[in-house]
């Protein structure tokens, strides 16, 4: 009879010992570093990122769009003029300045 009672107590170590193991590797699975829940911070950054490489092509797109109408080649007389009076803050003749 002791020793039926060591074979029940046995089963029993073995199902504990499975079952924390199973535990230990479903909370691996979602909390670890490969898991889930880091699956969905890394997927989510990436689209924050990828939102932000989009907004920052548009403005260096912007930007070479100014670079070219300033250059030799392609002369923006209006952007010119535009510049001149913001950087140097001239002004034509016929115009009226209010401060």
Do not use: C, P, W
Request: hydrophobic share 50%; proline share 0%; no cysteine.
């Amino acid at each position: 009879m002791i020793r039926r009672g060591r074979a029940h107590l046995g089963a029993v170590f073995y199902f504990l010992g499975m079952l924390m193991l199973g535990l230990y590797f479903t909370f691996a699975a979602v909390q670890g570093d490969y898991g889930l829940f880091k699956r969905i911070e890394v997927k989510s950054e990436g689209d924050m990122l990828q939102t932000e490489l989009t907004a920052l092509q548009a403005e260096v797109a912007g930007m070479e769009n100014l670079t070219h109408r300033l250059s030799d080649d392609f002369l923006d007389l209006d952007l010119l003029d535009e510049q001149a009076r913001d950087v140097l803050g001239l002004i034509r003749a016929d115009e009226i300045v209010i401060r």
